[in-house]
């Protein structure tokens, strides 16, 4: 991990907040306490950035300096909102195509869910604020760069996120190995969000239950689930093909 990726002190920290840097999560020792830390966490409270308590241990893995307990993982991006978002596109005359991961944890297949999505001209990626992964120097490498080029919304969670879009005219279509639907048979050429769940258990139930329509990839071996950047990438081309056909030669 470069210097560059992180700030560490409680001061340091929170002048670094104060100075409106991007900092993807702060992690602060177990049981740290004092009327710094309490200035930290009022800051914290106050921008909504993420925390998580750690041992002492997984701090000093990151640096041996004199970091009091306190480490800002920055990041490489501005998180988007969107909120603000979601007219813009609109007034841009898109059909909006939005991307939302529920719950997925693993950074190389968020990096290659991204370059996909940039790839097919996704308008935006959402995630959760928490249990979930973020934009962090690893994921942007994976990604081949892509997370510098799309939004990436993090939002409280995916559901509210869902109705939201669905407040604004949005299709919600979840890719479900359950659905008794192919997902080739869903219409994607209306704004639709497509919802990618959690590498182990898929898009949760309330996500589940608040789509619009749910479609199933065809898996005819012996494995019985797809990898979600893989499945991702299916449900993506799939959007982008219907849409092409609709298009006259002098259009694509």
Known sequence: MNKSDYIFGIRAVIEAIEAGKQIDKVMIKKDLS???VRELFAK???YGILTQRVPAEKLNRITMKNHQ????MLSPIEYA???NLVPLFYEEGRVPFV?????????RNFGAIARTAECVGADAIVIPSKGSVSVTPDAVKTSAGALLHIPVCRENSILEAVRMLKDNGYKIVGASE???ENYTEIDYSVPVGIVMGAEDTGISDPVLKACDALGAIPILGNIGSLNVSVAAGVMMYEVVRQRLATLSL???
């Open 81 to 83: 909102k969107l909120e």
């Open 250 to 252: 002098e259009e694509i």
């Open 44 to 46: 914290i409270k106050e």
């Open 69 to 72: 307990g306190v480490i800002a």
């Open 99 to 107: 991307i939302l991961l529920d719950g997925l944890t693993d950074t």
């Open 178 to 180: 359950k659905a008794a």
């Open 34 to 36: 004092g009327d710094l």
